[in-house]
């Protein structure tokens, strides 16, 4: 396997599953390959007048179970092996909640802190535009990931619209309230992370206000289930971005931080201090010996290199593709549970599922309902998942592929292949 590609450690995720499954040849042919990948070249007038060039790429791996489903990030790591294992992971996340979407994802090649919220704008209204022939409200909803927020998703909403000469609503999720994105959106990926988590300490018996937590990533996902950990009594000792790492001894004044990320330099923690707060590196906050490890941020975080250092007897994945396969083994035979990414931060696209119901209906929900719906489908979900983990003996990535694969291969037999 190239040291490099996250879609080679997808595609092992997938192999590993069919096996357990004793899914067909033919069928597992069908979902190594992504259906529809576009790679699109987006220029754009710089502050300054010259013209740069931005590649970005949207790809659908599955949309056996629906219409494709995913969020476009903006990062300057995005490549097509990237996006491609990105869009896997979707299909299986929508497939293992029961949602009933395929996977697909999104990205453009970008450091976005090197432009201006004006090159920002106009880079998503020309990378939605080259993406347009594929997305569709009935065929590709993109919605936010890293980089990308509420602000975002409207730039996309008002340029198809645009082109539509109506609007519509359906295009994306995660939009702003004002622009017909539901409550509980930006914060139901954190939320989704912190009823996993509660889930597994039940099944541990253990109590939440003993529990020590590490987050690393203070983005929508780490700081929402940082916040809504320490709501629950956990102790969160230390989140990181990436201008460093965070310790607190007695715990971390997780609101104040996230009230200083408003208005903060590119909104990272770089500067924040408080009484009992001191920085650690990264690579501490990963091997700090807390119960709980919830890393945030990107893929290939916790690999054959750390693994064995790792002290934290729960993983709950809150980004997609934290942990490597070859890792995760390791921490599996030292008995550590991995909550895997998704099951773990299904939670977003859970929510999406409902903002796009409610965009088609142009009926909005409350915030409770939205929830205790999401509350339910995460409780459930992670149940399923937990039931067959224990009955079959397997980790629980494993136990949710068992159920994602066998859902996706399923609607693909029932379907037939076309012609
Ligand atoms: N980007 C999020 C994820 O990785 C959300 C996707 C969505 O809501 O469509 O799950």
Not at 67 to 90: S, T
Not at 115 to 136: D, K, S
Not at 159 to 184: A, E, H, N, P, Y
């Amino acid at each position: 396997m190239s040291q490099n590609s996250v879609f080679e450690m997808a595609l092992e995720q997938l192999n590993d599953a069919a096996r357990r499954l004793n899914l067909d040849a033919s069928t597992l042919r069908v979902l190594s390959h992504p259906e529809r990948e576009l790679t699109v070249a987006c220029p754009v007038v710089m502050d300054d007048g010259r013209i740069e060039v931005f590649t970005g790429h949207r790809v659908q791996h599955s949309s056996a179970r629906g219409p494709c489903k995913g969020g476009i990030r903006f990062h300057q790591n995005v490549d097509i092996d990237e996006v491609r294992a990105l869009a896997m992971w979707m299909t299986w996340k929508c497939a293992v909640v029961n949602i009933p979407y395929g996977g697909a994802k999104g990205g453009v090649q970008v450091d976005v802190t090197q432009l201006t919220p004006n090159e920002i704008r106009r880079l998503t209204r020309r990378f939605t535009v080259g993406i347009m022939p594929i997305i569709g409200p009935h065929s590709d909803i993109p919605a936010p990931d890293v980089n990308t927020n509420a602000e975002t998703m409207g730039w996309i909403m008002d340029t198809v619209s645009m082109f539509q000469g109506s609007t519509v609503l359906d295009i994306v999720t995660g939009k702003s309230i004002d622009l017909g994105g539901s409550l509980g959106r930006r914060e139901a990926t954190g939320r989704g992370v912190m009823f996993n988590t509660l889930e597994l300490l039940k099944r541990k018996k253990i109590n939440p206000k003993k529990t020590t937590v590490a987050v690393q990533g203070f983005g929508n996902v780490g700081s929402v289930s940082a916040d809504l950990l320490t709501k629950e009594g956990c102790r969160v000792l230390a989140v990181s971005d990436v201008s460093g790492a965070y310790y607190c001894e007695a715990g971390l004044p997780i609101a104040d931080m996230i009230v200083y990320c408003t208005t903060s330099r590119n909104h990272l923690l770089e500067g924040f201090s408080a009484p009992g707060v001191s920085k650690i590196s990264n690579d501490e906050l990963l091997e700090l010996d807390v119960d709980v490890l919830v890393p945030a941020a990107l893929e290939k975080q916790i690999t054959i290199a750390n693994a064995d250092r790792i002290k934290a007897d729960f993983i709950v994945e809150g980004a997609n593709g934290p942990t490597t396969p070859e890792a995760e083994r390791l921490l599996t035979q030292k008995g550590k549970i991995v909550v895997p990414d998704i099951l773990a931060n299904s939670g977003g696209v859970v929510v999406s599922y409902f903002e796009w119901v409610q965009s088609i209906q142009s009926f909005f929900w409350d915030e409770d309902e939205v929830n205790s719906n999401l509350k339910r489908v995460m409780v459930n979900s992670f149940k399923a998942v937990w039931d067959v983990h224990e009955s079959h003996g397997i980790d629980m990535r494993n136990a949710a592929m068992l159920i994602a694969v066998g859902r996706v291969a399923q609607a693909i037999k029932q379907r037939g292949i076309f012609p």
